[in-house]
């Protein structure tokens, strides 16, 4: 049987996790079944079932975030339930429990997992490596298989079918570390969410002129994002930040303004399935990397940009 960690954020299943439960349900024999920790929001799990869960096991008994404890119970939850295909979706909660339940699961595990497996020998899969600009092809050979899948690059299918909500209390809670405070990243849609990403640099030349910015996301329902100077000069926060030593994104769209395109920055966006790049210099390496490119000032190019995209959404 398949099955997949669904993740909440205060009740509210993410697209990263619809991602998985459809790509669960395209891998199964007809039953997924999903696991949280908590308790959705009335609707959401009509969500997963939009997708082909049949069965959504709430685990209670948890306040705060454990990665060890957290993985203890799901492993359980799987292991009763006969689940031995386990699919995550890649976010930063995922990446530290999936290798913990693998391990107590005795499972194979593949992270970055791109694409649904080859299955015609043995169960491989197609992830990305070296920051996406290479592929590898890896054999999962062990009864029980953990799936990471990178948020954006599987395609969402719906299979409605009927779900069956069961809660169980969880058995151990006595978590190893102590949260002492938390601080949850701004933004209208996530990061690693998002489809669209509207992304600034130094180029803006100050925080005060971040508004264009927020303006063109705001019409185009994107998210905003920045590059390392500008978040190392706190003139955006560090969670806008991508590329390698930040988020790592995969949007439908990726707009860069005043970027030059450093090597590290460009590890985190080049898997964008469409980039467009804003720069006055004509030589920007970035324009290497760009699907389309406009050599302009960013402040002569983005109040054209806003307007014409308000006239096409009206």
């Given amino acids: 049987m398949t099955g997949i960690y669904a ?20 891998i199964s024999q007809g039953q997924v079944t999903a696991v949280c920790i908590g308790q959705p929001n009335a609707g959401e799990a009509d969500k997963l079932a939009q997708y082909g869960v049949n069965k959504l096991i709430c685990i209670d008994g948890f306040s ?17 339930n006969q689940i031995s295909q386990i699919v995550f979706a890649n976010t930063y909660e995922a ?11 005795n499972a194979s595990i593949a992270s970055n997992v791109i694409a649904l497996p080859e ?93 264009m910015v927020e303006d063109l996301a705001d019409i185009l329902g994107a998210a905003t994002a920045c590059s ?12 806008e930040h991508v590329g390698q030593t930040g988020i790592t994104i995969k949007p439908n769209l990726y707009i860069a303004i005043g970027i030059s395109g450093a090597i590290q920055h460009l590890a985190g966006v080049s898997s964008s399935k469409v980039i467009v790049v804003i720069n006055k210099d004509p030589e920007a390496p970035f324009f290497k990397a760009a699907d389309y490119g406009i050599v302009g000032d960013a402040f002569e190019v983005l109040p054209k940009l806003i307007e014409a995209a308000k006239a096409s959404k009206n």
């Fill in 228 to 239: 390392k100077p500008v978040s190392d000069m706190d003139w955006r926060p560090h969670s």
């Fill in 7 to 26: 993740e909440n954020s205060e009740g509210i299943f993410k697209k990263s996790v619809l991602e998985a439960a459809s790509y669960a349900s395209q």
């Fill in 64 to 80: 705060n975030f454990d990665a060890q404890t957290y993985s203890k119970e799901l492993a359980q939850a799987f292991a009763n």
């Fill in 119 to 211: 299955t015609s020998s043995g169960f491989k899969v197609k992830r990305g490596v070296f920051s996406g600009k290479g592929f590898a092809y890896v054999t999962l050979d062990r009864a029980n298989k953990v799936i990471a899948i990178t948020p954006n690059s599987t395609e969402l299918k719906e299979n409605s079918t009927t779900i069956q909500i069961e809660t169980i209390s969880a058995t151990q809670t006595t978590a190893q570390t102590a949260i002492s405070s938390t601080s949850k990243a701004g933004g209208k849609i996530p990061l690693t969410e998002a489809e669209i990403v509207v992304s600034a640099g130094r180029g803006m030349k100050g925080p005060e002129n971040w508004g």
């Fill in 95 to 105: 990446k530290s429990i999936a290798p913990r339940v693998a391990v107590i699961m």
